[in-house]
């Protein structure tokens, strides 16, 4: 009889999981979709960047599956279920849930270092007279730069990968998601601000954009005939003045564009549709802002609490348990009992800080320091800032489990096993409970886990600068990204009918 319920509930979770995958397929190619250009796609990017953002999404749904696991193993009065009472069963299914992290993390290796890179020179060194032409010896040179280094430390320890391949792996994740950790304190902390501020101040009113624009258009006029009436006599303007004038000129035509965007914007449904639901999204943007606030508090206790009660910086300001009352650990504790409402939240949490970091990437654009490489803007993105999206993404996943660690120790840890102690049940600090996937990998090298902490105290303050400067902005336009005179990117804005 266990073993057909274990065989019914294995089933019924493939059976989940198939339909959580198309799910995920569909999103990803709607949304990459929806920011390509359609002057400028390609297949090739296309299936590339849809493929990498569904890596990114799955693997990010991993951490609640892990959780699910080890708290699967036992009853609520704290026993292991007759299917995992054996230790060597139980190992097994260990075994599968860490198989799977190094396995998804393996094709993250695979994709920031090999695939992308490829994909993205192939279409850098392509003939601009030759559209359809491309050799992928032209790429070759160039994605070879970003693979030499790798394959070189590969190579030069050899013998350790053969000896230790798992611990080698997980030293190049670990090394990779110091970059993610950068990324997150880029991107998510203020994608966490700019994302529900925005929906609560909302967007600017056509009508007063379009007068706005009419009356610019017309200074802009005034001042071009005033510069062409000083050489009606036959006098050459000065290089001063034929500089203005030029100056003049491209702003012209940049606000006769967006006066064809605006009364696009003006007859499009989705406007209109987008005011009528303007109550909700300002209650949605209240949840989210609240949201923000509660897991900042949370990963600051949590960070005070590593630093009273850890053994410091030579450990990784590791701790088992918590000592200080954290509201999200508590509250997913206290949703145990009704399951699988813990579950539920746990993965809303995860997907919270994905949808967060494509915001904030997607309001910063994607910059190399002080230097603005693209822009990602609905039907105009490159395909080439569609890859770099989806790679700062995946670097993000990586480091998105120590957060949810940080935010929900105690619950990362064990989820929600229960041991018994003298006829009484405690929640699991013992090594009578079975440790998640997750928290081993996370804390395999110590120094990486310190890095990490102070990493936490960044994002921190990188999250309440980007509340401030999102505060201080005012409303956004409602063709936000659509016409723009500096666009970094180089990309044509296509023809509007």
Known sequence: MAAESLLTESALGWSIFAFVLLVILAFCWVYIRKFQSRQESEVVSTITAICALAIALITSALLPVDIFLVS?????????????????????????????????????????????????????????????????????????????????????????????????????ISSLTLIGMLAVITYTAYGMSVLPLNLIKGTRSVLYERLENTEDIEDVEHQIEKLKAKCKDGRPLSSRDRHNLQELEGKLQVLRRRGRHLEIAERNCCTKVGSALRPFKILLGVFFILVALLF????????????????????????FGTNLTNPLNELLLALQPVFPLDYILITIITMYFVLTSMAGIRNMGIWFFWIRLYKIRPKR???????????????????????????????????????LVQRSFCLCFSDECTVTRSYLFLHKFWFFSTIYYFGNWAFIGAFLI????????????????????????????????
Request: hydrophobic share 40%; aromatic share 16%.
């Open 72 to 172: 699967f193993m036992k009853y609520p009065n704290g026993t292991y279920k007759e299917w995992a009472a054996n230790n060597e069963t139980r190992g097994q299914i260990e075994d599968t849930v860490l198989y799977g992290y190094y396995t998804l993390y393996s094709i993250i290796l695979f994709c920031v270092f090999l695939w992308i890179p490829f994909v993205y020179f192939y279409y850098e060194e392509r003939d601009d007279d030759n559209v359809n032409k491309c050799s992928v010896r032209m790429c070759c040179p160039s994605s070879t730069h970003c693979i030499l280094p790798c394959l070189y430390t590969t190579l030069k320890y050899s013998e350790v990968f053969i000896l230790n391949g798992l611990p080698a792996l997980s030293f190049s």
């Open 296 to 319: 900042t508090v949370a990963l600051f206790i949590s960070n005070l609490d590593k630093a009273f009660h850890s053994a410091g910086i030579s450990t990784g300001f590791i701790i």
């Open 381 to 419: 993105t490159r395909p080439q800032a569609l890859l770099f999206l989806c790679m700062i993404l995946l670097l993000i996943v990586l480091h998105t489990s120590y957060m949810i660690y940080s935010l929900a120790p105690q619950y990362v840890m064990y989820g929600s096993q229960k041991y």
């Open 466 to 497: 980007g509340l401030v400067v999102s505060c201080c902005r005012g409303k956004k336009s409602v063709i936000e990204g659509e016409v723009e005179a500096d666009d970094s990117d180089m990309s044509d804005d296509e023809y509007v009918h």
